[in-house]
């Protein structure tokens, strides 16, 4: 299944996507043009594209076939319009255990909040998501945060899960291991690790 990957930053999800030789990655939009992930898109000869325009993403997206669109570090909130037209087909990373902290500063809000467990929510995204980061959840993986932990170390702990759940939900996907009942996602069972 051919995935199209959304970014606004660094890359780093968009790198452990590239990496997994059962992904294929077949092009990048960034809503920003210094986005350092669309480095490693193009070290990786993956087609990129630079705009904030929805109606221009969905035509690069279309043009390149992707069966799954990814958003990896997109930091824009996608209209109801952009949703619906690749409805079912659109899986968010997301820096907490949803639905606790949604939004642009997960990690912070979550350390001052002084949360003793925390992680990281692989889910899809719904026409729901006028609010940030919201839909059926795919794959959550928690972990624990102590007095002495601060936003940026614990970023760095969620990034290596991060790595390795959302490329396992995006093979899932792509093979079909996914069914959605309502708000829940049953993963079956022949794909359970
Ligand atoms: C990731 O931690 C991702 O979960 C988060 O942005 C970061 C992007 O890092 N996404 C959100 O907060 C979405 N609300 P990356 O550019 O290195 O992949």
């Known amino acids: 299944m051919r995935v199209g990957v959304l970014i606004s930053g660094t890359g780093s999800n968009l790198q452990a996507l590239i ?3 059962a992904i294929d990655v077949a092009c990048v939009v960034s809503d920003r043009a210094q986005a350092g992930g669309l480095e490693r898109a193009s070290r990786a000869g993956i087609e990129s594209l630079v705009t904030a325009d929805e109606a221009e993403t969905a035509a690069f ?3 390149h076939e992707v069966g799954l669109v990814v958003l990896a570090g997109y930091m824009r909130i996608l209209s109801a319009e952009f949703v619906r037209r690749f409805s079912g087909r659109i899986m968010n990373v997301h820096p907490s255990l949803l639905p606790a902290f949604p939004g642009a500063h997960a990690v912070a809000d979550a350390v001052e909040h002084g949360v003793r467990v925390t992680g990281v929510t692989v ?8 609010a940030a980061d919201s839909g059926p959840i795919v794959l959550q993986e928690a972990m624990a945060v102590s007095y002495d932990d601060r936003a940026e170390n614990v970023t760095e702990r969620l990034h ?3 790595h390795r759940l959302l490329p396992r939900a995006v093979r899932l996907f792509s093979a079909g291991g996914i069914e959605v009942v309502g708000r829940r996602v049953r993963v079956r069972d022949e794909h359970l690790a």
């Open 19 to 21: 990496d997994d030789d």
């Open 61 to 63: 997206l279309d043009r």
């Open 123 to 130: 889910h899809l995204v719904d026409d729901g998501h006028v």
């Open 160 to 162: 290596e899960i991060e």
